[in-house]
């Protein structure tokens, strides 16, 4: 098992990086300002960045880079900075191929009943991040996380990432925070940019976003109980392979997580 864990006593955790695997000056970017936001506000972060995404709304949509190529960059990025490393599998067969580069494993939201999947991160020897599905209600989660723990691990999380109101729009309930800790055991941490996504909403049928709204939420969560953040930022979004109108733009994250963690800390301290 490695070092990371979901929670820190003095402090949210920050989970944070692009939508996806890019070049090596974007990864790189990216995690040396993390690096450093990481060490000025005295939180733990964990860069993440996925080597595929498995669930693009159309068939010529970029994916990545896939898992050699994707791993291979991920663990330059681990090298250069020390930051631990979190990425998203999607198959059983990538479990361990991910499990010896990254720190922490990921099941993407859409496959957070895949049994076989959960089992098989549950046995990697990593910590596990489970996203809600958002279809899900916060106390169904509980089984997701039955089966991580099944598999053999102790350092599970499950991320509220919105829930379906209607077509092409989500909405987040922050009493979710309670209710996943009760249902799970565990902690349970906001991600501040799939949540304001529009699904099919954006250009030729891609995800939109309405990322004017990250703040509100990810404020609101902080109030509201989340032990973390998940956050996906990048130098440029307009030109992001994946989730262009809903990744936080790199030069203004610094504030923004800064905000967070004021109101993080005066909710507790009253």
């Known amino acids: 098992m490695t070092g990371w864990r979901f929670q820190a006593a003095g402090g949210p955790v920050l989970i944070a990086g692009p939508c ?34 498995a669930n693009r709304s159309r068939p ?16 330059r990025v681990r090298r250069a ?27 993407p939201a859409f496959l957070s009943r895949q049994t076989d999947l959960l089992v098989a991160c549950g046995g990697a ?43 092409g729009d989500l909405v987040v309930d922050m009493r979710s925070f309670e209710r996943l800790r009760d249902a799970t055991g565990g902690p349970a941490l906001f991600d501040a940019t799939h949540s304001v996504q529009r699904p099919g909403r954006g250009v030729d049928g891609a995800s939109g976003g309405a990322r004017d709204c990250v703040p509100a939420l990810l404020l609101a969560a902080a109030a509201a109980g989340a032990d973390g953040f998940f956050i996906e930022t990048h130098p440029d979004p307009a030109s992001a392979w994946s989730d262009a109108e809903t990744q936080w733009p790199l030069d203004q ?18």
């Open 60 to 75: 010529g949509a970029l994916r990545g880079p896939g898992l050699d190529a994707g791993l291979a960059a991920l663990d």
């Open 20 to 53: 996806v695997v890019e070049t090596d000056d974007v990864l790189l970017r990216v995690a040396d300002r993390l690096a450093a936001l990481g060490t000025a506000l005295g939180i733990p972060v964990c860069f993440k960045a996925s080597f595929d995404k």
């Open 81 to 107: 900075t020390g930051l631990p490393i979190l990425t998203d599998v999607h198959e059983t067969g990538q479990v361990a191929a991910a499990a010896a580069v990254v720190d922490v494993l990921q099941v």
């Open 125 to 167: 020897g990593k910590p596990v991040n489970v996203k809600k599905g958002q279809w899900m209600d916060p106390d169904a989660m509980a089984g997701a996380v039955a089966k991580v723990r099944g598999g053999g691990a102790t350092e599970v999380a499950v991320t509220e990432r919105g829930t379906f109101f209607g077509y």
């Open 253 to 270: 994250l610094e504030p923004l997580v800064r905000r967070a963690v004021a109101v993080w800390h005066t909710s507790r301290a009253s």
